[in-house]
């Protein structure tokens, strides 16, 4: 049986998860009650950070990583993008943006602002967080003028991994996104594998329904 530790990102393992139809278990770790009070967890990922796979005697952390480890040894499946396809390197491209480009980048531009000392909302460090945000973006903008999706016309696991860090930006508020990024993420969150993922997370559920999506 495989176990999800912890939302935040695991919310992308959990989508792909259930769009795959996998069976899992999600282990709740609470971030804000302190891992140092969860050696449980700590065991798992003595880094102390969210979210980690496990299944059988094999641990990992990195949500994207997850995402290729589920995809490899739990596919086929048409959510992967294959070496032979055409659109393997945008695939790839996206899959990894997601996390490094925008999620985060996204977070060190809205962390001072949420957490920091007074003026740390628009310190040196937001800012240029901010700025490669918005570059990065640039490149989901041009693909979306292209396509309905990060790899092409049929949803993938790239699109877990960029619409996850649009719907974050756009709950937190860390900025505004464009037309066509809201368009886009409505698509990939219509999907019943994101709704059956909703409902299997509750600390994202509360929070999507706290902000209204
Ligand atoms: N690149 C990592 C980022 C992991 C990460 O920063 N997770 C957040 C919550 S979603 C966290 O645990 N932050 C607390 C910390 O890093 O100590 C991934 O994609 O899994």
């Known amino acids: 049986m495989i176990t999800v530790w912890g939302e935040g990102r695991g919310f992308r393992v ?33 880094g102390g950070f969210i979210p980690a796979l496990q299944e059988a005697d094999m641990v990992m952390v990195e949500s994207v990583a997850i995402l290729q480890y589920l995809l490899g040894r739990h ?74 999706y990060m790899a092409g016309e049929a949803f993938t696991a790239a699109d877990i991994s960029v619409a996850y ?4 930006i756009r709950r937190t508020g860390a900025d505004r996104l464009s037309d066509a990024e809201l368009a886009y993420v409505e698509r990939c969150a219509a999907r019943d594998g994101y709704r059956r993922a909703l409902q299997a997370c509750p600390a994202t559920r509360g929070w999507a329904e706290s902000v209204g999506f």
């Open 75 to 148: 596919g086929p499946t048409p959510l992967a993008v294959g070496p032979d396809d055409p659109a393997y390197p945008t695939y790839l491209q996206f899959l990894v943006m997601g996390e490094a480009g925008l999620m985060g980048p996204a977070f060190y531009a809205w962390a001072g602002g949420a957490f920091g000392p007074p003026g740390a909302a628009d310190d040196w460090t937001g800012r240029l967080g901010m700025e490669n945000l918005q570059s990065r973006r640039r490149l989901v903008a041009r693909q979306l003028d292209q396509a309905a």
């Open 14 to 46: 959990v989508w792909l998860l259930e769009e795959m139809g996998i069976p899992y278990r999600l282990r709740d770790v609470d971030m804000l009650a302190g891992v140092e009070n969860d050696p449980e967890f700590l065991a798992i990922n003595p």
């Open 165 to 168: 860090a649009l719907l974050w």
